[in-house]
């Protein structure tokens, strides 16, 4: 009996194990940084003085990406 169960045991993994084989990977997502025609986030400031710019850049950068996504879109 116990030798029953566990070759029903071995071949139930070894479905799955194929089932995981005979699977495609899924294709990788979009990740930012890795795609050269996107522009780079600007750099956190590291000093008070720098915040400001940095909003305006991050803004603009915000745009920007909203702009292209919109355009991939349509």
């Known amino acids: 009996m116990k030798l029953i169960v566990l070759l029903a045991a071995v071949l139930i993994v070894g479905l799955l194990f194929l089932q995981q084989l005979d699977n495609e990977p899924s294709p990788p997502e979009n990740v930012v940084g890795n795609n050269p025609a996107t522009p ?3 750099r956190v400031p590291t000093n008070p003085e720098e915040l400001k ?3 305006n850049d991050i ?3 915000m745009d920007d990406a ?3 996504r919109m355009e ?3």
């Open 53 to 55: 710019t940095f909003e």
């Open 40 to 42: 780079e986030a600007p």
């Open 66 to 68: 909203a702009k292209k």
């Open 72 to 74: 991939q879109v349509e």
């Open 59 to 61: 803004n603009q950068f």
